[in-house]
Structures are given as structure tokens and as C-alpha cells.
């Protein structure tokens, strides 16, 4: 595998239901990225862990549980989650200061 | 603070013609500017990026330059194909923080 992984690509779940979406990264970054992208609105950034510290969450509401063990690896876990948090979540790294490299996302349906 | 203004789409145009994608920022500093291109189904991919004043990013055929005067990183490119359909966003990133601020995205559509 190169570049940046997510899994899984698809997912529908309950509003109670618990899940885990998760981003590995192959390129020997030191930052990684969780970003929201609805319809008609623009991307919104959400998490930053830079050396596997979280460094920003942008107001993020705690129904999103983000999780670095490690450089390579990024979690974002789901619980109680509300239909208007139906999107496509994208994960990103890189060196920080430099280019951003993206994931192919997660579809996420909220039911 | 820091922002992006990118023309509203969508672009509909046939190929070979010439596009243009207007791409316009504010901020503080001297951020590095860059164009994402997604295409449907896929994550985002870095198609160029320049990271100071008169600087020309430029790859697959497109280019854009960082206009200080005008704060400005226009996408450009002379003939477009059908598989350059896609989203396009221009972005603004700080090399403090990595951070980077995405525009809403232009939608391009080209037909044969």
C-alpha cells in the first residue's frame, strides 16, 4: 500500500450505534489530519496531531473521538451520532510545513 | 483572518478549450497557496502549488501564479479533456502549522 489508506470506505450506521473509522498513512509523515466535507460547504478541518499530539480540534462536538497511537495510524470513533453528521470524512498527512496528501475518504450515512 | 474566495461553478465547458478558475485570498504573512483537484469518488490530490510571490506552479498542463499585487492564484490550462472533469480547490497553508483553508471548490465539467 502507498500513500494514504482509509477504511472503511463506506458506512451506515444507527444514531446509537458505536464505530471506528480508521487512516494509516505509508510516507513517513510526521502530522496527520481529520477534515468533514458536507455538501455545498467547504472542507471543514477538524483534528490536527502533529507527532502524535493533537494540537488543534476546531469545536469539534465529542460524539467525534479522535485517537493517534502512533505516527503512521489516525482513528476518528463515532458514537451517538446525529444525520446531520452524514459526509464524507477525509483524512490527510504530511510533513508539517509542507503539502497535505489525502485519503480517499470515508461515506458516512447517519440513519 | 485568513480566507479564500474561488469563483462559483460550475464551469461547463467542451474540450480543448482554454479554462480559467479564479482563486482569490486574504491573509497575514506570506502563506504557501496550492490547487486540489477531486475527482468523483476520491479523496483530494495536490495538483500544483507555489509557495512565494511570482512563483508558477504547474503540473498535468495546468499552471497558477501567486500574484502579491492581487492576491490572487488563478488556474489555468490552454486545452482541457474530458477526464479533467472534476472539483476543484484552491487552498491557502501556513508553513508554521501546516493548517491548511480550502476554498468551497469549483466544479468543472467538460463535455467531448
Not at chain 1, 32 to 52: G, T
Not at chain 1, 83 to 93: F, K
Not at chain 2, 1 to 17: H, I, K
Request: with cysteine; hydrophobic share 30%; proline share 5%.
Amino acid at each position: 500500500e502507498t500513500g494514504v489508506t482509509q477504511t472503511p470506505r463506506h458506512l451506515v450506521m444507527g444514531m446509537t450505534n458505536k464505530k471506528s473509522l480508521k487512516c494509516e498513512q505509508h510516507l513517513g509523515h510526521n502530522a496527520m489530519y481529520w477534515y468533514k466535507q458536507s455538501a455545498k460547504k467547504p472542507l471543514e478541518l477538524m483534528f490536527v496531531y502533529s507527532l502524535e499530539e493533537r494540537v488543534e480540534n476546531n469545536s469539534v462536538p465529542s460524539r467525534f473521538s479522535p485517537e493517534c497511537p502512533n505516527s503512521s495510524h489516525l482513528f476518528l470513533h463515532l458514537h451517538t451520532l446525529q444525520p446531520e453528521d452524514s459526509a464524507l470524512y477525509l483524512c490527510a498527512s504530511s510533513q508539517m510545513g509542507e503539502p497535505q496528501y489525502f485519503g480517499p475518504g470515508t461515506r458516512l450515512t447517519v440513519l | 483572518g485568513n480566507s479564500v474566495t474561488q469563483m462559483e461553478g460550475p464551469v461547463t465547458l467542451s474540450e480543448e478549450a482554454f479554462l480559467t478558475i479564479n482563486c482569490t485570498y486574504t491573509a497575514t504573512g506570506y502563506p504557501s497557496l496550492f490547487w486540489y483537484v477531486q475527482y468523483p469518488g476520491e479523496g483530494l490530490q495536490l495538483l500544483l502549488k507555489a509557495t512565494k510571490a511570482d512563483d508558477k506552479g504547474s503540473n498535468k498542463g495546468f499552471e497558477a501564479t501567486y500574484r502579491k499585487e492581487t492576491t490572487s492564484f488563478h488556474l489555468e490550462k490552454g486545452s482541457v479533456q474530458v477526464s479533467d472533469s472534476a472539483v476543484y480547490f484552491c487552498a491557502l497553508g501556513s508553513s508554521n502549522t501546516g493548517k491548511l483553508i480550502f476554498g468551497q471548490g469549483t466544479t468543472l465539467q467538460v463535455k467531448p
